[in-house]
């Protein structure tokens, strides 16, 4: 069975800092772009940025609200996603779920789309 | 970064009713459109991918339709599944952003 799992969520006081995690298990972890996705307290899903495969030399790519903050990393070895996010702030208060950006080849175009999810991990920024 | 808007936020519905809910892009994204759904409690699970490809496994009852900046999600004969909260997401170009979500509620 294709899983993510996440860990590392908590609360953090503004400012902070925190590292979440997600293992992933059952598909090969190395051969797919790896994304965050969060979900505010009361509000919708906001895409936070991905990780691109070793043939893109992990090249990262972010949301505007948390670039220069917030860092994606992996470790193919390990089958997994980070996501190093510093100088927190409250409107980072959120679930952050771990996605496989799945890529679809329709002959002429590259799509993705997020076809597994985490349960997410829940982090909140407050003092 | 490429604004989605759907309509409407939140909608009643039967059981056996047709559902549609549009999703309007603030550019053109040509078909590079998503649908998710998302029930409480669980993670969001894709329904539809490049505007109109049923996702594996996803009931034939679920149709997207549309390219550039308008599309929309129909879902025929709900069922009482089928409740929940449905978004759109743009992937022409990162940020990925997501629609604000419409309710589907009974």
């Known amino acids: 069975e294709e899983q993510l799992v996440e860990s590392g969520g908590g609360l953090v006081q503004p400012g902070g800092s925190l590292r979440v995690s997600c293992a992933a298990s059952?598909?090969?972890?190395?051969?797919?772009?790896m994304a965050w996705v969060r979900q505010a307290p009361g509000k919708g899903l906001e895409w936070v940025g991905r990780?691109?495969?070793?043939?893109?030399?992990?090249?990262?790519e972010y949301a505007a609200s948390v670039k220069g903050r917030f860092t994606i990393s992996r470790d193919d070895s390990k089958s997994s996603l980070y996501l190093e996010m510093n100088s927190l702030k409250t409107e980072d208060t959120a679930v952050y779920y771990c996605?496989?950006?799945?890529?679809?080849?329709?002959?002429?175009?590259?799509?993705?789309?997020?076809?597994?999810w985490g349960k997410g991990t829940t982090v909140t920024v407050s003092s | 970064d490429i604004q989605m808007t759907q309509s409407p936020s939140s909608l009643s519905a039967s059981v056996g009713d047709r559902v549609t809910i549009t999703c309007r892009a603030s550019?053109?994204?040509?078909?590079?459109l998503n649908w998710y759904q998302r029930r409480p409690g669980e993670a969001p699970k894709v329904l539809i991918y490049?505007?109109?490809t049923l996702q594996s496994g996803v009931p034939s009852r679920f149709t997207g339709s549309g390219s550039a900046t308008d599309f929309t999600l129909t879902i025929d004969t709900l069922q009482p599944e089928d409740f929940g909260t449905y978004y759109c997401?743009?992937?022409?170009?990162?940020?990925?952003?997501f629609g604000q979500g419409t309710k589907v509620e009974i």
């Open positions: 990780s691109r495969i070793a043939a893109n030399r992990y090249a990262t």
């Open positions: 490049a505007a109109s």
């Open positions: 996605v496989r950006d799945k890529t679809f080849w329709s002959g002429r175009h590259f799509y993705y789309y997020m076809d597994v």
């Open positions: 997401q743009q992937t022409y170009s990162t940020p990925y952003t």
């Open positions: 059952g598909f090969n972890f190395s051969d797919h772009y």
């Open positions: 550019q053109k994204i040509n078909n590079y």
